[in-house]
Nanobody
Framework: QVQLVESGGGLVQAGGSLRLSCAAS????????MGWYRQAPGKQRELVAR???????IYADSVKGRFTISKDNAKNTVYLQMNSLKPEDTAVYYC????????WGRGTQVTVSS
């Protein structure tokens, strides 16, 4: 059974930082591309950042220079370090694993107050 469990969300003031974690189980972690998506109220889910099995990364333009995605294959965990947070970063953040199949976590709420 595949599980992606996010943690690290919360309430933070603008300019602050949070680190999200996603612990994966039930998959061969190091062959999957791992990603973080977010969905704000009334908006579509959007890609925030992705890291391939080889370690290449891509970011949404809105988070470049502020967010960093990384992974620890030994811990089957992917991280999203979020710095200089803005109110518009407020959303539910979802972990995604993609190979031949695709899996999603249940999400963690991030709220940035102005």
């Amino acid at each position: 059974q595949v599980q992606l469990v996010e943690s690290g969300g919360g309430l933070v003031q603008a300019g602050g930082s949070l680190r999200l974690s996603c612990a994966a189980s039930g998959i061969i972690f190091n062959i999957y591309a791992m990603g973080w998506y977010r969905q704000a109220p009334g908006k579509q889910r959007e890609l925030v950042a992705r890291i391939t099995n080889g370690g290449s990364t891509i970011y949404a333009d809105s988070v470049k220079g502020r967010f960093t995605i990384s992974k620890d294959n030994a811990k089957n965990t992917v991280y999203l370090q979020m710095n200089s947070l803005k109110p518009e970063d407020t959303a539910v953040y979802y972990c995604n694993a993609r190979f031949t199949n695709e899996y999603w976590g249940r999400g963690t709420q991030v709220t940035v107050s102005s």
